[in-house]
């Protein structure tokens, strides 16, 4: 099967605070989003990689991205929320995929993803009957508040995974769970309510997500130790 990666990148940032979306910002000298978008153009595993923009995204054509090379599909396809964009997505997939395609969905909000990450999860996965994603364990004791921001009870982290992406999963299966289950705000929430168990694939905490101004510093700093 192929290894198709499908980027939602129409939200526009509201946690972020900033003039444009994040992922048109500029980090390292680049906007955001080309990070995660040139790596996974690289990447001799990935055959293709959509880019899911909202439908009145001024901002990418502003931009040569030709240097991506022929791999890289912007489509003006995103919708009121992360589940629609990535659901919209698949349509436009769905009319050259096979059902069985792999779809890698990463947010155009994590601009670290490296080459090793992506070849850890396709690895790992390459048998996989349900399919995963990238995440990592939880490392600070965990708290459950009452409502009023009292401690109701200290909830066991052992057995507790903060999940990133790319979140990967077959095309036709992908899709269907998401026709089920449109209000979930990850690929694997939609697979668990089909009753399934997506594989968590342990990462690091360098495959952050941007979310607020602070954490531009941060990015900038892990793709420097990078080298890209
Ligand atoms: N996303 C999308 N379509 C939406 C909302 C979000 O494609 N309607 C994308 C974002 O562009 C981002 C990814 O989903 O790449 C993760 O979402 P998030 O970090 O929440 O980004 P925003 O929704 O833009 O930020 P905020 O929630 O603060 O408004
Ligand atoms: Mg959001």
Request: charged residues 20%; contains cysteine.
């Amino acid at each position: 099967p192929r290894h198709i990666a499908l980027v939602p990148a129409a939200g526009s940032g509201s946690r972020f605070g900033a003039q444009m979306p994040k992922q048109y910002l500029p980090l390292a000298g680049q906007p955001l989003i080309r990070h995660a978008l040139a790596t996974l153009c690289a990447h001799p595993r990935i055959d293709r990689v959509v880019v899911a923009l909202a439908p009145e995204d001024l901002y990418w054509q502003g931009f040569d991205w030709t240097a991506l090379g022929p791999k890289l599909m912007p489509v003006h396809c995103g919708g009121a929320s992360r589940a629609a964009s990535v659901r919209n997505g698949l349509w436009e997939i769905a009319g050259w995929a096979r059902p069985e395609d792999w779809v890698l969905v990463h947010d155009a909000a994590r601009p670290c993803l490296s080459a090793a990450m992506l070849d850890t999860l396709i690895d790992t996965l390459a048998d996989d009957p349900v399919g995963g994603l990238l995440a990592q364990k939880v490392a600070d004791t965990l708290k459950r508040a009452d409502g009023a921001d009292r401690v109701e009870a200290t909830v066991p982290r052992d057995a507790m995974w903060q999940a990133q992406t790319p979140q990967m999963f077959r095309l036709a299966r992908l899709a269907d769970a998401l026709d089920r289950c449109p209000d979930v705000t990850d690929e694997a929430s939609a697979i668990e309510a089909a009753g399934l168990r997506p594989r968590l694939v342990a990462a690091g905490a360098a495959n952050l997500k941007v979310t607020w101004p602070e954490d531009m510093k941060l990015a900038e700093l892990i793709l420097q130790t990078q080298g890209t």
